[in-house]
């Protein structure tokens, strides 16, 4: 049963209502609420298996919710399915393109499937093609493109009808460093045009070049919502010390006066202030030997992340 939530509220491009999504007793998305607004990117963060992609999923009604209420541009996903995916645009991991066709074809069948034709579907093919820098490769089949630059028109393909809303479900992954500037500078030119953006990574670096607000997610929860800058100030002014080695007999009492983030046989984290000015008296806590690799983080996005979830957002 869906439990309906309040109305979407006018300004948002995508709401999100109390998202649930139970598989038997396992929960993959629990209680998920929040909102993009147009021009704004909006980062989801969290390791595999956190509930990116099922809230992703549910939102693009590839899935179905077993309770919650999702809107796009003021029409539910559940109740106007049509009218709500009229605007919406999705970029899914695994790529939706056919390999015996040339890129251009691809866009032409995509364009038709959006509904478009005649000169507005040529010019629109055009500018993705320009937008993505691909126009050369046009009429090369996808068989023999590289893969970032099939992320490119996967990409392309699913920007063809200026969707007001739009869905990038880890759009980077594998791809090489030009694909990957092409991707994010035209991510960044639809924000400039007033696209809601909602942006899955596994990469800190781009969430904190794109989104303006970030939601770090974990067993199928929202644990943390927020600006970059209203993130970061949640560490405070403690560094995150990783150490790498063998600590099988070392109590993780020497670290009593520390905020002990991951305690295992050969990994520690812990939390300290100016742990750079402390260090060789921190490292002297622990048996000679027992320490193979040291490194040190200033308060940023990655550390609060370790911080809150235990876990690197690659893990």
């Known amino acids: 049963m869906i439990v309906k939530g309040k109305k979407p509220w006018q300004k948002y491009m995508i709401q999100v209502q109390a998202l649930t999504k139970n598989y038997g007793q396992f929960t993959a998305a629990n209680d998920i609420y929040f909102e993009v607004n147009p021009g704004e990117i909006f980062g989801l963060l969290g390791p595999n298996g ?12 590839l899935l179905n919710p077993s309770l919650g209420e999702i809107y796009i541009n003021q029409s539910s996903v559940l109740s106007e399915a049509i009218k709500a995916k009229a605007s919406l645009g999705l970029v899914p991991q695994d790529l939706a393109l056919y390999e015996d066709l040339s890129g251009q074809e ?6 038709q499937a959006y509904g478009l034709a005649g000169d507005q ?9 320009e937008q993505v820098g691909l126009t050369s490769r046009a009429k090369d089949l996808v068989s023999t493109y590289s893969g970032g630059m099939k992320r490119r028109l996967n990409f392309a393909c699913a920007i063809l009808h200026e969707p007001k809303a739009l869905l990038l479900d880890e759009p980077t992954v594998g791809v090489d460093p030009q694909s990957r500037e092409h991707l994010l500078t035209a991510v960044e030119t639809l924000k400039e045009q007033g696209t809601a953006v909602l942006y899955t990574t596994h990469y800190m670096e781009e969430a904190e070049r794109l989104c303006d607000r970030i939601a770090i997610i974990d067993h199928g929860k929202i644990i943390a919502i927020g600006t970059v800058d209203e993130l970061r100030n949640k ?24 905020e002990v983030i991951e305690w295992q046989n050969h990994t520690v984290r812990f939390m300290a202030e100016n742990a750079a000015g402390q260090l060789s008296g921190l490292l002297a806590k622990f048996p000679p030997r027992s320490i193979k690799q040291t ?3 200033q308060a940023n996005l990655e550390s609060l992340f370790i911080k809150l979830t235990g876990r690197e957002l690659r893990d």
């Open 121 to 129: 579907l040529k010019a629109r093919i055009e500018a993705v093609l």
């Open 50 to 61: 956190a509930g990116k992609s099922t809230t992703i999923n549910c939102i693009s009604g």
């Open 106 to 111: 691809n866009l032409n069948f995509w364009g």
């Open 235 to 258: 560490m405070g002014e403690k560094d995150l010390i990783s150490l790498q080695g063998d600590f099988s007999d070392v109590e993780s009492s020497v670290l009593a006066e520390y």
């Open 295 to 297: 490194s040190v983080q």
